[in-house]
């Protein structure tokens, strides 16, 4: 009896461990702590969140160059951080795909395509791929709102930007921007979490 | 008899473009569809293991694996491959040019609905919105979904183990 409670405890144990390290590989949910970076910007300078000036919080957004759906909202992109930055919450893009497989990202491309679009945000490059993974971004463009709370960064929204990547005109559903105004006035926010198509992010293949 | 000839001719040329077009249409299959017409493909019934690829002829890791998904279905006649284009519905053409050039087998449909949070979930949970993916349909319904790229061995053990 003994021998079959140990084998049970053992069992339990086992699906714990296994349930607690899928959840791991899932990154952020709504309501966990994001843990700092500290990553290179397309100016040479480096970003954190802890070193951010006058920060409420912040808009990262998982991006790149070479994705059509960053690309349509690249412009939109600019106008959130115009609108919220001066609130406390710039907009960071990061850029986490493997330059190896996808030329296009590299960090001298990155450079260039903040220069081209005159982005006014932090465009960092996350060579390593820890700070998505931590984060559990999937794909490019996925936005993760924080609101600072004490010297924590509490996740307040994941997803999409809006529901219309084609049109910005067309578009019925700011996610991004409701979520904005709902933490600014300190109401809890109302759609947590949305899904949208967008390009899978490049991994940096194990060496085998 | 001239003219006989001339009627006969043009009678045979209008026939070689009847049968061209025939065969043009058996061959591919390529429609705009909406998320409801989709759904209700997927509900319908089916022998077979259906293998739903959703991809883009800009994606270049979807257009790397798309060749595996026609080769086993080339090999494999127990299952029904069909590929869910995410292309911008306003310009279809890039689909239809990638189909000729590819030569593209299996059918396409271009699933128009830019609406992505409100239609992902019913696909599958377990789909963030990346693409490639690849929904499975067993027989009896059951779903699962596979997110990212896959290798042609890769995907035939994951057909192997859902048969």
């Known amino acids: ?208 | 008899m001239k003219h006989l000839a001339l009627t006969g001719s043009l009678l045979i040329v209008l026939l070689l473009e009847l049968v061209g077009d025939f065969q043009a249409n058996d061959k591919k299959v390529f429609e705009i569809i909406g998320f409801e017409r989709f759904e209700s493909m997927t509900l319908e019934r089916s022998e077979k293991l259906r293998v739903y690829n959703f991809w883009a002829t800009w994606c270049a890791p979807c257009i790397k694996e798309m060749p595996y998904f026609e080769q086993i279905q080339e090999e494999d006649k127990d299952i029904e491959v069909i590929f869910i284009s995410m292309d911008d519905g306003r310009k279809p053409e890039r689909v239809t040019n990638f189909i000729e050039k590819r030569n593209i087998k299996s059918p396409v449909y271009l699933l128009n609905d830019v609406d992505y949070n409100k239609w992902i979930d019913k696909v599958s949970k377990d789909w963030s919105g990346a693409i490639p993916g690849t929904l499975f349909i067993k027989p009896d319904g059951v779903r699962s979904f596979f997110e990212g790229e896959v290798t042609y061995e890769e995907l035939k053990s994951m057909i192997s183990q859902l048969k």
């Not at chain 1, 791991?24 to 300078?45: I, T, W």
């Not at chain 1, 970003?47 to 920060?55: A, E, H, K, V």
């Not at chain 1, 759906?69 to 609130?87: G, N, S």
């Not at chain 1, 067309?170 to 105004?181: F, I, L, P, R």
């Open chain 1, 1 to 208: 009896m003994r021998k079959l409670n140990g084998l049970f405890l053992l069992c339990m144990m086992t699906v714990f461990t296994l349930s607690a390290s899928a959840q791991d590989s899932q990154g952020y949910k709504v309501g966990d702590k994001a843990s700092d970076f500290k990553l290179q910007s397309v100016d040479g300078s480096w970003i954190s969140l802890s070193g951010l000036d006058n920060s409420k919080g912040a808009i990262v957004i998982f991006s790149c160059n070479t994705c059509p759906y960053v690309v349509a909202y690249e412009d939109r992109m600019i106008e959130l951080h115009e609108k919220f930055a001066t609130m406390g919450f710039p907009v960071i893009a990061i850029n986490s795909n493997d330059e190896k497989l996808s030329p296009g990202d590299s960090f001298e491309n990155m450079k260039k395509r903040s220069k081209n679009k005159k982005f006014p945000f932090a465009y960092v490059y996350d060579k390593s791929q820890e700070v998505i993974k931590a984060y559990g971004g999937t794909r490019t463009p996925h936005v993760y709102i924080l609101n600072k709370e004490g010297n924590d960064f509490v996740v307040k929204y994941i997803g999409a930007i809006d529901n219309n990547y084609q049109d910005a005109n067309a578009v019925t559903e700011k996610y991004v921007e409701n979520a904005m105004e709902e933490i600014l006035q300190g109401r809890k926010v109302s759609v947590e979490s949305t899904k949208a198509i967008g390009c899978t992010i490049k991994w940096t293949k194990k060496a085998e």
